[in-house]
């Protein structure tokens, strides 16, 4: 497990480190692959579990929570909701003012009711600005 002493700073919307991503290996049909951040759109955790969602459609059950899966991404993931991290890049539309956003797969993903006023905000004045 990293110090605080020895990681990064953290992005200030989502507390993800701010350093270069990692490959995240997955295990599927008894071989190790390894995904690559910037092909991942989101990432939907379900307790111990969480499910990766790929930039070509492919979904893999990764035996491991959102949190510990934050080390391997970078500051282009942010957290909407407890049970969701999402790439920037990959958002196309904002939904229901704001309460979802849609993916460049196809899925739709809420937004924390907490957490809208903020996500909207922090697309607003970013390069990621959605036009509805």
Do not use: W
Not at 8 to 15: E, L, M, Q
Not at 45 to 64: H, M, P
């Amino acid at each position: 497990m990293k110090s605080l002493a020895s990681s990064s700073y953290s992005n200030s919307y989502n507390g993800l480190p701010t350093t270069r991503a990692e490959p995240i290996p997955v295990q599927t049909m008894g071989t190790t692959i390894y995904i690559l951040p910037k092909s991942i759109t989101f990432i939907a955790g379900e307790g111990n579990y969480s499910f990766i969602y790929t930039s070509c459609g492919k979904r893999y059950l990764v035996s491991k929570t959102l949190k510990s899966l934050t080390e391997y991404l970078d500051s282009k993931f942010i957290r909407i909701h407890k049970s969701y991290l999402v790439n920037r890049k990959y958002i196309i539309d904002r939904i229901d003012d704001d309460r979802f956003l849609k993916m460049s797969c196809g899925n739709k993903v809420a937004v924390s009711r907490r957490k809208v006023k903020e996500i909207a905000s922090m697309l607003d004045e970013t390069e990621y600005r959605i036009s509805a």
